[in-house]
Protein backbone atom coordinates (compact mmCIF):
# COMPACT_ATOMS: atom_id res chain seq x y z
CA UNK A 1 0.00 0.00 0.00
CA UNK A 2 1.41 3.34 -0.83
CA UNK A 3 1.36 6.23 1.36
CA UNK A 4 -1.12 8.19 0.04
CA UNK A 5 -3.27 5.14 0.16
CA UNK A 6 -2.71 4.52 3.81
CA UNK A 7 -3.43 8.59 4.26
CA UNK A 8 -6.81 8.67 2.39
CA UNK A 9 -8.09 5.58 3.88
CA UNK A 10 -6.76 6.62 7.67
CA UNK A 11 -8.82 10.16 6.65
CA UNK A 12 -12.01 9.07 5.01
CA UNK A 13 -12.33 5.97 7.54
CA UNK A 14 -11.45 7.41 10.93
CA UNK A 15 -14.03 4.83 12.48
CA UNK A 16 -12.38 1.68 11.01
CA UNK A 17 -11.04 -0.89 13.08
CA UNK A 18 -7.66 -0.47 10.64
CA UNK A 19 -4.89 0.82 11.21
CA UNK A 20 -4.85 -2.14 14.43
CA UNK A 21 -2.72 0.24 16.52
CA UNK A 22 -4.39 3.15 18.55
CA UNK A 23 -3.50 6.35 17.64
CA UNK A 24 -2.60 9.00 19.75
CA UNK A 25 -3.24 12.99 19.57
CA UNK A 26 0.27 13.67 19.41
CA UNK A 27 0.46 11.79 15.80
CA UNK A 28 -2.69 12.87 14.69
CA UNK A 29 -1.39 16.35 15.16
CA UNK A 30 1.93 15.95 13.60
CA UNK A 31 0.13 14.49 10.82
CA UNK A 32 -2.55 17.53 9.90
CA UNK A 33 0.75 19.67 10.46
CA UNK A 34 2.70 17.65 7.75
CA UNK A 35 -0.83 17.60 5.15
CA UNK A 36 -1.10 21.05 5.68
CA UNK A 37 2.53 21.76 4.64
CA UNK A 38 2.09 19.58 1.67
CA UNK A 39 5.31 18.05 2.61
CA UNK A 40 3.36 14.67 2.57
CA UNK A 41 1.84 15.61 -1.02
CA UNK A 42 5.45 16.01 -2.37
CA UNK A 43 6.69 13.06 -0.99
CA UNK A 44 4.05 10.88 -2.12
CA UNK A 45 3.77 12.00 -5.66
CA UNK A 46 7.59 11.01 -5.45
CA UNK A 47 6.96 8.07 -3.98
CA UNK A 48 4.53 7.16 -5.82
CA UNK A 49 6.24 7.53 -8.99
CA UNK A 50 9.37 5.69 -8.46
CA UNK A 51 7.11 2.51 -7.01
CA UNK A 52 5.51 2.88 -9.89
CA UNK A 53 7.88 3.18 -12.34
CA UNK A 54 10.66 1.51 -10.86
CA UNK A 55 10.19 -1.13 -8.44
CA UNK A 56 6.73 -2.45 -9.64
CA UNK A 57 8.08 -3.47 -13.23
CA UNK A 58 10.89 -4.79 -11.52
CA UNK A 59 8.60 -6.87 -9.14
CA UNK A 60 6.37 -7.85 -12.04
CA UNK A 61 8.93 -9.20 -14.25
CA UNK A 62 10.93 -10.99 -11.38
CA UNK A 63 7.52 -12.93 -10.35
CA UNK A 64 6.61 -13.49 -14.39
CA UNK A 65 10.08 -14.83 -15.09
CA UNK A 66 12.40 -15.41 -12.14
CA UNK A 67 13.65 -18.49 -10.93
CA UNK A 68 12.61 -17.70 -7.00
CA UNK A 69 8.88 -17.74 -8.43
CA UNK A 70 8.86 -20.53 -10.50
CA UNK A 71 6.67 -22.82 -8.33
CA UNK A 72 4.67 -20.26 -7.68
CA UNK A 73 4.01 -20.01 -11.79
CA UNK A 74 3.62 -23.70 -11.77
CA UNK A 75 0.78 -23.71 -9.27
CA UNK A 76 -0.91 -21.17 -10.62
CA UNK A 77 -0.89 -22.56 -14.29
CA UNK A 78 -1.92 -26.08 -12.65
CA UNK A 79 -5.11 -24.36 -10.44
CA UNK A 80 -6.07 -22.64 -13.90
CA UNK A 81 -5.80 -26.06 -15.71
CA UNK A 82 -7.71 -27.52 -12.75
CA UNK A 83 -10.50 -25.30 -12.94
CA UNK A 84 -10.92 -26.08 -16.59
CA UNK A 85 -10.93 -29.28 -16.11
CA UNK A 86 -13.23 -29.55 -13.44
CA UNK A 87 -15.77 -27.57 -15.93
CA UNK A 88 -15.07 -29.74 -18.51
CA UNK A 89 -15.43 -33.14 -17.03
CA UNK A 90 -18.79 -32.06 -15.38
CA UNK A 91 -20.15 -31.86 -18.27
CA UNK A 92 -18.96 -35.51 -19.48
CA UNK A 93 -21.50 -38.48 -18.97
CA UNK A 94 -18.68 -39.69 -16.70
CA UNK A 95 -18.16 -36.45 -15.11
CA UNK A 96 -21.85 -36.13 -14.32
CA UNK A 97 -21.40 -39.55 -12.54
CA UNK A 98 -18.93 -39.23 -10.56
CA UNK A 99 -17.57 -35.47 -10.29
CA UNK A 100 -18.34 -34.16 -6.44
CA UNK A 101 -19.93 -37.77 -5.48
CA UNK A 102 -17.39 -38.18 -3.49
CA UNK A 103 -17.50 -41.88 -4.84
CA UNK A 104 -13.82 -43.35 -4.39
CA UNK A 105 -14.19 -47.22 -4.07
CA UNK A 106 -14.14 -47.64 -7.51
CA UNK A 107 -15.50 -49.98 -10.12
CA UNK A 108 -16.44 -54.18 -9.12
CA UNK A 109 -15.03 -55.95 -12.10
CA UNK A 110 -15.76 -59.56 -12.68
CA UNK A 111 -12.40 -60.95 -13.61
CA UNK A 112 -10.09 -60.12 -10.43
CA UNK A 113 -7.06 -60.64 -12.28
CA UNK A 114 -7.56 -57.97 -14.98
CA UNK A 115 -5.69 -55.37 -12.86
CA UNK A 116 -2.43 -57.97 -12.35
CA UNK A 117 -2.60 -58.96 -16.36
CA UNK A 118 -3.25 -54.97 -17.47
CA UNK A 119 0.08 -54.25 -15.31
CA UNK A 120 2.20 -57.04 -16.70
CA UNK A 121 1.21 -55.94 -20.41
CA UNK A 122 2.41 -52.92 -19.40
CA UNK A 123 5.59 -53.64 -18.35
CA UNK A 124 6.51 -56.03 -21.31
CA UNK A 125 5.39 -53.67 -23.71
CA UNK A 126 8.49 -51.61 -22.28
CA UNK A 127 10.82 -54.75 -22.45
CA UNK A 128 11.10 -54.91 -18.69
CA UNK A 129 13.31 -58.17 -18.06
CA UNK A 130 11.21 -61.08 -16.54
CA UNK A 131 7.57 -59.60 -17.46
CA UNK A 132 7.07 -62.09 -20.23
CA UNK A 133 6.97 -65.22 -18.20
CA UNK A 134 3.85 -63.52 -15.53
CA UNK A 135 1.96 -63.25 -18.35
Not at 10 to 34: F, G, V
Not at 63 to 85: D, S, T
Not at 101 to 116: F, L, P, R, W, Y
Request: glycine share 4%; aromatic share 10%.
Amino acid sequence: MLEEDYLALSQNDKKSAWPPAISTDKSEQHLEKLQRGGAVKNTNALASQIIREVILPEIKREVNEGKNFANLRQMYQALILAIWFKRHFQESVLGQDYADQNKVAGIEMEDKTAKERIYWQYLSAFNWPNCQNQL
